[in-house]
Nanobody
């Protein structure tokens, strides 16, 4: 059973870069056909897919966020990370890491991030 755990700051100031890490247990981030994603949910809004890194290291990003986001991985730690630059209050949301291979999917519990001065 794959388990995902997000970590990172709960508060970030506008214009700063938000960095979040997802630690994976119960499976390897290099396991074939798995895609490891970041998804967020602003207050009162729906889920927004931000981007993903695949089992082979390929990365994919939402066109609306691609210029502000970067997703990377550390295979030695079995972690993948999100960096969101130039945050604004509109980036306040619960951030989730998510994994799927087309047949099964897994969610982290989510972490609240507030962008405020």
């Amino acid at each position: 059973q794959v388990q995902l755990q997000e970590s990172g700051p709960g508060l970030v100031k506008p214009s700063q870069t938000l960095s979040l890490t997802c630690t994976v247990s119960g499976g390897s981030i290099t396991t074939m056909y798995y895609y490891w994603s970041w998804i967020r949910q602003p207050p009162g809004k729906g889920l927004e897919w931000m981007g993903a890194i695949a089992y082979d290291g390929s990365t994919y990003g939402s066109p609306s966020l691609k210029s502000h986001t970067s997703i990377s991985r550390d295979t030695s730690k079995n972690q993948f990370s999100l960096q969101l630059s130039s945050v604004t209050p509109e980036d306040t949301a619960v951030y989730y890491c998510y994994a799927d291979d087309g047949t099964q999917d897994y969610w982290g519990q989510g972490t609240q991030v507030t962008a405020s001065s």
